[in-house]
């Protein structure tokens, strides 16, 4: 599915840094690395920050909140990223292992204009390349 980029609107310059724990590695980028540290800007999604990072996290839907494969967990700077609207919340309860810090990544949009309050850490569930195969329709 055609991910809605970026470069399709505004965002701000990559300064917010990001990191990803990857419980996958393998599965999401080809590596066996599982600690990913990245810059994202004001306005992207923790997706498409992913996404251009080459961390392939799951995105059914193409990123318009209309499945839960994107689940992640953001285990710090939750207040540095938009807050799940009620269509977030609702779909997020359909993924697997939903934990307090659940989010859709391709909901989670960068609301911090610096780095002044620290980074965001985002933890990729072992199961996210297969939930579309293992979430019953
Ligand atoms: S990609 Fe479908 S809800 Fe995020």
Redesign the pocket.
Known sequence: MHLKRSDDHHHGPPIIPITFHLEDPEGLTGTTQKEWKVMGGEGESL?EVAIDNGINIE????????????HVYVERGMDLVAEASEAEED?VEEAPAIRRDSR????CEITAKDASRGGIVVRVPAWNRNAVKEIPH
């Open positions: 997706l995105h059914a839907c193409g990123g318009v909140c209309a499945c839960s494969t994107c779909r859709l990544a391709c909901q």
